[in-house]
């Protein structure tokens, strides 16, 4: 039985609206694209959900989607009532996942971004999780790898959500191993071991 409260009743807010129009304002960088997907219809009254995708010369590194919620009335754990769902996936470097800080050091990616992009928010909660892969028999691509995946959301405190798009691309682009201004990477093009570090000049 599906949750009455998860069917919208009259019109969209025209708070939700001004939310999803703050989305669009936001241009990724060139190796991200971005393009609107359906959201999920259990979740909330209201949803509207981004998929992204991160290539370097045509290859495809990472993935993403990016869920907006809405609730007027908001829900148990909230905080709110507007609650955004963030999910990536990428191929990492095997040493740097083997590393036990890996998860400390993802999940830092995540609060680090939402706080320099100054995307006020709260009850923020996830998971960072890293899975290898070994190929057997006739399988392109090499024998084995590493993905990171990383879960999250948190509860925006406006519904200005450019900044939090903004954040979540960030840390798309850290797991990618997409350097932002300032940074190097060393090793690994994709996710190097020394990914997010800031180098003496």
């Known amino acids: ?13 025209a708070v939700f609206t001004d939310a999803i129009a703050s989305l669009r304002t936001v241009a990724p960088r060139p190796e991200i694209v971005l393009e609107e997907i359906a959201g999920p219809a259990r979740l909330a009254p209201y949803s509207h959900a981004l998929g992204a995708e ?3 010369d045509g290859e495809e590194i990472a993935t993403g989607r990016l869920v907006v ?16 769902v963030g999910f990536l996936t ?3 470097d095997a040493a740097l ?13 995540l609060l680090e971004a939402l706080d320099s992009r100054r995307a006020a928010h709260t ?10 892969s070994t190929r057997f028999g006739d399988i392109a691509g090499p024998q084995r790898s590493v993905d990171v995946e990383i879960r ?16 979540w691309l960030d840390v798309l682009g850290l797991a990618a191993g997409l350097p932002p201004p300032g940074v190097r990477v060393l090793g690994s093009p994709v996710a190097g071991v020394e990914l997010g570090r800031r180098l003496p000049q």
Request: glycine share 10%; charged share 15%; aromatic share 8%.
């Open 1 to 13: 039985m599906s949750d009455a409260r998860s069917r919208p009743q009259g019109p969209i807010p």
């Open 90 to 92: 990428a191929e990492t």
């Open 54 to 56: 991160v290539s370097v």
């Open 123 to 132: 009850a923020v909660g996830g998971t960072v999780t890293s899975t290898v």
């Open 152 to 167: 999250a959301s948190w509860t925006a405190l406006t519904f200005d959500l450019a900044t939090h798009l903004q954040a």
């Open 69 to 84: 919620l809405h609730d007027p009335e908001g829900q148990a754990g909230w905080d709110g009532v507007l609650r955004i």
């Open 97 to 109: 996942a083997s590393d036990e800080l890996f998860p400390e050091v993802g999940w830092s990616w």
